[in-house]
């Protein structure tokens, strides 16, 4: 079964960054595209970045131009590099596949505030 591990978030001041890692336990893209999500509070799990294993990546337009999504299947590790960040990105952050089919990881919280 595969498992998914987030790390990465933390505290930040708006306007810093943070890089968020996931590991897989298999190979990234075999299982199809990978993605990155978040949810806040009384908020649904919403679709952040995706990328294919051809290193197409495709952004929501809340985080386009701040946000970059990349993966290394050497490692088994998708990244979630995010810049200029905003009150409004604090959300846990999760990985999994573009169907969410995987067991959903612990995700990892991130905190933008002054």
């Known amino acids: 079964q595969v498992q998914l591990v987030e790390s990465g978030g933390g505290l930040v001041q708006p306007g810093g960054s943070l890089r968020l890692s996931c590991a897989v336990s298999?190979?990234?893209?075999?299982?199809?595209?990978m993605a990155w999500y978040r949810q806040a509070p009384g908020s649904e799990r919403e679709l952040v970045a995706r990328?294919?294993?051809?290193?197409?990546?495709n952004y929501a337009d809340s985080v386009k131009g701040r946000f970059t999504i990349s993966g290394d299947n050497a490692k088994n590790l998708v990244y979630l590099q995010m810049n200029s960040l905003k009150a409004e990105d604090t959300a846990i952050y999760y990985c999994?596949?573009?169907?969410?089919?995987?067991?959903w990881g612990q995700g990892t919280q991130v905190t933008v505030s002054s």
């Open positions: 990328i294919s294993m051809y290193g197409s990546p």
């Open positions: 298999g190979s990234i893209f075999s299982f199809g595209s």
């Open positions: 999994n596949n573009i169907y969410r089919t995987f067991p």
